[in-house]
């Protein structure tokens, strides 16, 4: 055993991993995230979804169709994949990355997310990967972009390079936390730019981001994206809500 994996242990023994969901004190060595009550409330999203926008079907046999919002008018993303249902322990662990800083969740769960298979995700098909960018005001407040922390780790696992200064938030949008979906959509309306065209001409990009709400968000990134040239762009969250 080399001296720093020795370091390594001993600093696991003396603070010993927490559970995010609940802070109680984990194992040391033996690698589980969260504690197995939290674990059992924990949703992973399983079944049928939407083969675009991947939303489950909840009363509908287990396989993939598409839903009548991506019927009605196609989103400019191909696919929309997340890890998640954005609920109970989930929803507060995003609360405690994103607004409360706690880095080393948002570490954890980077790593869970970079190594989740999504489904129908190729990522040998991918060349690049962009964050949702925050606007620079909004950066300021937070003093990070989670959606990048997010995206970095899966750059490293898939390595697949990161940009996050390609795709820019030049509009300031109030939070849209209890804006239905039109709303949302007028808001984030034209809210961002591509600054260099040439470097997402003809790519296949992966556009990372926490929550999947109603999709507003990441499907004007989408637009933004395949309007400036690029080939065909997919979403990947951490979480996503359900309307259901
Ligand atoms: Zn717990
Ligand atoms: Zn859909």
């Known amino acids: 055993m080399i001296f720093g994996e020795v370091l390594n242990d001993l600093s696991k023994v003396i603070f010993p991993p927490q559970c995010p969901g609940c802070s109680e004190i984990l194992h040391p060595f033996a690698g589980q995230m969260f504690c197995s009550l939290c674990n059992d409330k924990i949703n992973f999203i399983k079944g049928g979804i939407c083969s675009i926008c991947g939303t489950t079907f909840p009363d509908s046999p287990a396989e993939n169709h598409l839903c009548g919002d991506c019927l009605e008018k196609r989103p400019y993303f191909s696919y929309a994949r997340a890890v998640f249902s954005y609920e109970d322990i989930i929803l507060s662990v995003i609360h405690q990355f994103k607004y409360k800083r706690n880095i080393s969740i948002g570490e954890m769960m980077s790593s869970l997310m970079a190594d989740f298979s999504f489904p129908d995700i190729d990522f040998t098909d991918y060349s690049l990967i962009i964050p949702v960018p925050l606007h620079i005001k909004r950066l300021r407040e937070r003093g990070f972009n989670q959606s990048l922390i997010l995206a970095r780790a899966i750059g490293e696992k898939q390595q697949i390079p990161v940009n ?3 795709l820019k938030r030049h ?55 395949i309007k400036a040239g690029a080939r065909n762009v997919s979403v990947l969250t951490l979480a996503r809500v359900f309307q259901h």
């Not at 209890?178 to 790519?203: L, W």
């Open 164 to 166: 996050f200064s390609l």
């Open 171 to 225: 509009k300031f949008t109030e939070t849209q936390t209890g804006m239905h979906k039109a709303e949302r959509k007028q808001n984030i309306k034209k809210a961002f730019e591509v600054s260099n065209k040439e470097k997402i001409a003809g790519k296949n990009i992966i556009l990372v981001d926490d929550v999947y709400t109603t999709g507003a968000t990441v499907n004007e990134c989408a637009k933004t994206l």
